[in-house]
Every structure is written in C-alpha cells, then in structure tokens.
C-alpha cells in the first residue's frame, strides 16, 4: 500500500526532517504489510472475542431492603446538625 507520507504527517500535526520521514515510511510500509498478512488469515468459523477468557458479570437482584446507615453514620462523627455533618468553615466568601 502507498500513502504520501507528508499528508500523513499534516494530519498529525508534527513536523519530520527528511531522515525521519524516510525512517517514517519504511515502518508505516512494514505495519501495513504485516497487516496485509493478517487479512489473508482465514478466520471462518472463529468467533470474535474482546477478551481471551470468558467474562461475564454477575449481577444479583435488585432489593429493597430498610437501612438506618445515615443514623449509624451520624452517631460517629464528631457533630452534626440534623442528618448532615457539621465541619469547621474552609471557606471565606469575600
């Protein structure tokens, strides 16, 4: 496959010198011929996978259950004001 390798550097953004476009080339050309290789591979019959081990989630029910966390959580700090916490002032509004 041929591409011009200045289009591709303007599309980058980046600026080569010469040594470096030629550098440039010669490994764009060996990415896309060993890509190349990779389309002859026939891959009929095989499944696609995004993960080599088979994942799956596993999810529980949802459940409405009574929880009394906000009183429990509240007992332990140090002060609060109705069901928030009350912390020292960080902030000066001028």
Known sequence: MSFDIDKVA??????LKPEEK?????????ILAYVAKL??????????????M???????PDEVRP???IDALLAQA???EGKFFKVPKVVDRE
């Open 10 to 15: 303007a599309l980058a953004r980046i600026r």
């Open 22 to 30: 030629a550098k440039l080339q010669k490994d764009l050309d060996s």
């Open 54 to 60: 088979d994942l799956e989630n596993v999810f529980r």
């Open 78 to 80: 140090p002060a609060h």
């Open 39 to 52: 389309k002859e591979i026939n891959t009929d019959g095989v499944e696609p996978t995004s993960h080599v």
């Open 67 to 69: 929880s009394n966390a």
